[in-house]
């Protein structure tokens, strides 16, 4: 251990002590005397910001990850000195800063320790590309968590792991390889009842330890630029997911059908490709509502081109799948092929808008097309150009989504896999090496290509997918988890990864069901449908290159499970859709891993398969061959089997049973689900009713549903439908109010009630206070009746 006042310790540097401070309005400066700067600005109450100088000045403040939106503002700051520290008091936090070597400690303000600096900043210089490496530690203490960090395919609790951000082209990566595609430098601490997280808003290669190098310290640093990290507080992991989500933002929601079903594989074509795939899935009544086209769709794999032999009319083609309710989804990756006769390069090149290295010649590279130039997607006018370049594909020809790839950016052929650290880069103004900007290049591909797609989309919503990310993506784009493999493995890494990112700001991702490389057998694949359809985004994807991965692919035991599932992801979109709607208002994840769900339950910080879907919905995924079921945990509280409305108790783990055509699921009690009709795709039908699944329950529980035009812009001038529903059970009685706001009128004018557990029989029904006669309701056999929309108060009365 190093004593505290040594600037120097096996070659890394210290602050010294404080020799003053200063405030302007949020900002508080602490100045040692070796020139080191702390700047602590407080965001909100429970959200702090720390960066450190080193020499006496700042960089220029600038970070892709921040949304503009996000909210700022505190009720309380003041700032006390103290003989060996500053204390900063803000509505939620204390934060002590000791004087003798900048270390920091944040308390709640009962004085209950939070995090605390270990050695806290220090760095070391970076002699081979000047500036410094910027390093932090943090005290751990005894059985704390740790969760987040985007991608990484590890177990979900990241204690005991060392991991780094940059985003790499990981074909058929495996368990515990890192780094993947994205780089969230994100985490979440949980310490016993009390959670804390950091963001680390850097982009150069990030590092992460927890407690692997040594057993009581959590740390994190980069190979350049500053440290430079916001600190939110919980206590809730909640409220520090949704802090972060808010700081880094939110997307606006995406059409209704980008929630369907997508069917995708290297590649669908010639068109009578396409359309015996379409074709087969209206056959075979499988809903579906997006197919994508990969690479082969292109002219020799230059971006923006068709190839006219195996598409000689692509425009009638879209219009085609159109009218059969799929939406057509093409591949842009960001390599322009080096041809002087293909008008994209031409016009780059003329523009000046690709990638240079440090001494002037442009960055070249192999990809699909071979020799690749990249434009530079960090500078605001090849951004503009890249956007322009969707008028054809989106305003034109009718293509309504754009899947971007390879933005890692990934390079054929070298063992770097992308550029090499020379290439510059314009950062927005901030002229710069790769090593700053790479992990950030796919992000800024893809807000191109949203912005571009958006304008050309307009009235409706744009959808688009990328598969590099950095914090802050979600405000434009969609992801997916990459070139994953056809193995059990694999199944338990999707779940993995996907609960990862939902807990790391970016919901609407999903995993390649069935597995990209390789070929599934059967039972994998029915075992993969039945977890994706309960992942945000739900798409089957295949390298193709060892046999089909249709819903079909299998017989027709498969495709029965298949559709059984899809279906009833169908029935479930106004669920899903009403979880997205609280993604892009609150930041709430979408997937919550128990220990978001019930943090206090320690059982919960270990756990990795079991997820809560939406609010209500409690899922494990069978991840062996052969299985007629499995244990899992259930979270405490009551809980009904889906498939047998039988009630469990939580808090500990239960059997399962769940042979080839199920899934272990769990409704929680009090809960009320609302289904649409099945449909072959979104919008097929005209929803005449909507159905509430309505699971009895001793006690009060709320619910909701959030509909609207489904796609286009209206939603944000009012024109929605949010149903509230407050559930109240007593001994004899069901009481359900409904609550309504928003100006959109939904097409149905019925509510079908189903009601599962009801522990009496009906005798009586009451709505808004006045008794109904059964016909009027019409009470079925079931347990489900049929009643006005717009009822107020329902009470259903019992003998
Ligand atoms: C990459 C992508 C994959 C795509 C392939 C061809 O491997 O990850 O999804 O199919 O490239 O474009």
């Not at 009630?647 to 500990?652: E, L």
Request: glycine share 8%.
């Amino acid at each position: 251990m190093i004593t505290n006042t040594e600037l120097e310790y096996k070659g890394n540097l210290y602050p010294t002590r404080i020799l003053s401070f200063k405030k302007e309005v949020d900002k508080l400066f602490f100045f040692t005397e070796n020139d080191v700067i702390l700047e602590l600005t407080v965001i909100r109450d429970r959200v702090l910001r720390f960066r450190y100088a080193t020499e006496g000045v700042f960089e220029p403040d600038f970070s892709y990850a921040l949304a503009k939106e996000a909210s700022r503002g505190y009720n309380h700051l003041d700032v006390e000195e103290a003989d060996e520290e500053y204390i900063v008091k803000t509505g939620k936090l204390e934060i002590r800063i000791l004087k003798e070597n900048l270390r920091v400690r944040v308390f709640d303000l009962e004085g209950n320790l939070i995090n605390e600096d270990e050695l806290g900043f220090h760095w070391e210089e970076n002699y081979e590309y000047g500036g410094n490496i910027v390093k932090m530690s943090k005290g751990v203490r005894e059985a704390e968590s740790f969760y987040g960090l985007g991608d990484k395919a590890t177990h979900l609790n990241l204690k005991g792991k060392r991991l780094h951000n940059w985003g790499t082209d990981q074909y058929a990566f495996g368990k515990d390889q890192d780094p993947l595609y994205k780089s969230v430098p994100f985490y979440v601490g949980l310490n016993h009842k009390t959670a804390y997280g950091v963001f680390f808003d850097n982009t150069f290669k990030t590092h992460f330890d927890f407690c692997q190098e040594r057993r009581n310290v959590a740390s994190f640093w980069a190979d350049g630029g500053e440290m430079n990290y916001y600190f939110f507080y919980g206590p809730s992991v909640a409220e520090v997911v949704t802090s972060y989500t808010d700081l880094t933002g939110k997307p606006e929601l995406p059409p209704l059908w980008a929630l369907g079903f997508h069917q995708c594989k290297w590649s669908y074509y010639p068109e009578s490709k396409v359309k015996e795939i379409s074709g087969k899935f209206r056959e075979l009544q499988v809903p579906c509502d997006a197919i994508y086209l990969d690479i082969d769709y292109m002219e020799g794999f230059r971006c923006f081109t068709w190839n006219k032999e195996y598409f000689s009319d692509p425009k009638r083609m879209v219009k085609e799948l159109k009218e059969d309710g799929f939406k057509t989804v093409v591949i842009i990756d960001p390599g322009i092929k080096v041809d002087k006769d293909y008008w994209v390069y031409q016009e780059a090149k003329d523009k000046d808008y690709f990638c240079k290295r440090a001494d002037g010649p442009y960055m070249r590279g192999k990809v699909w097309p071979g020799e690749c130039n990249f434009p530079d997607f960090t500078h605001p006018d090849v951004r503009e150009w890249w956007a322009g370049l969707y008028k054809e594909l989106i305003g034109d020809i009718g293509v309504k989504g754009v899947w971007n790839d390879m933005n890692e950016p990934a390079v054929m052929e070298v063992p770097t896999k992308t550029f090499p650290l020379d290439v510059r880069h314009d950062y927005d103004g901030h002229p710069c090496s790769h090593r700053k900007a790479h992990n950030v290049y796919g992000m800024q591909m893809a807000r191109a290509t949203y912005e571009g797609v958006k304008r050309f989309a307009y009235p409706k919503r744009p959808f688009i997918i990328t598969r590099s990310a950095y914090s802050g993506a979600q405000r434009y784009t969609s992801s997916w988890t990459g070139d994953n493999v056809a193995t059990w493995e694999h199944l338990w890494i999707a779940n993995i990864q996907v609960q990862r990112m939902c807990m790391s700001g970016m919901s609407f991702t999903g995993s390649d069901i069935g597995g990209f490389a390789e070929q599934p057998t059967g039972e994998l694949f029915a075992r993969w449908i039945q977890l994706g359809v309960f992942h945000p985004f739900c798409r089957v994807h295949s390298s193709g290159d060892h046999g089909d991965q249709e819903p079909w692919s299998f017989g027709e035991e498969v495709l029965n499970i298949t559709r059984k599932f899809i279906e009833m992801r169908y029935q479930l979109l106004p669920y899903i859709y009403t979880m997205f709607w609280r993604y892009i208002n609150d930041g709430i994840p979408m997937l919550k891993p128990l220990v978001y769900y019930d943090q206090e339950d320690n059982q919960t910080h270990y756990r990795t398969d079991e997820f809560i879907f939406g609010e209500k919905i409690l899922v494990c995924p069978i991840l062996e061959p052969n299985a007629k079921g499995r244990r899992m945990y259930i979270p405490r509280g009551e809980w009904y089997n889906y498939w047998t409305d039988e009630v469990v108790s939580g808090g500990k783990e239960h059997w399962v049973s769940a042979d080839i055509d199920k899934i272990p699921l769990f409704i929680k009690k009090g809960a009320i689900i609302p289904k649409y009709p099945i449909q072959q795709y979104v919008g097929e039908k005209e929803i005449k009713e909507l159905s509430l699944d309505v699971y009895y329950k001793k006690g009060k529980e709320q619910s909701a549903v959030y509909e609207d035009g489904q796609d286009g812009y209206d939603y944000k001038k009012g024109r929605y439908s949010l149903r509230t529903f407050k559930l109240t059970g007593r001994k004899n009685e069901l009481i359900l109010q409904q609550h309504k706001e928003g100006k959109y009128t939904t097409s149905y004018e019925k509510i079908k009630l189903c009601l599962h557990g009801l522990p009496f029989k009906v005798s009586k029904i009451e709505f808004d206070n006045e008794e109904v006669a059964f016909e009027k309701v019409k009470l079925n056999g079931d347990n489900s009746m049929i009643i006005d929309k717009d009822f107020t108060e329902l009470h259903i009365i019992g003998e």
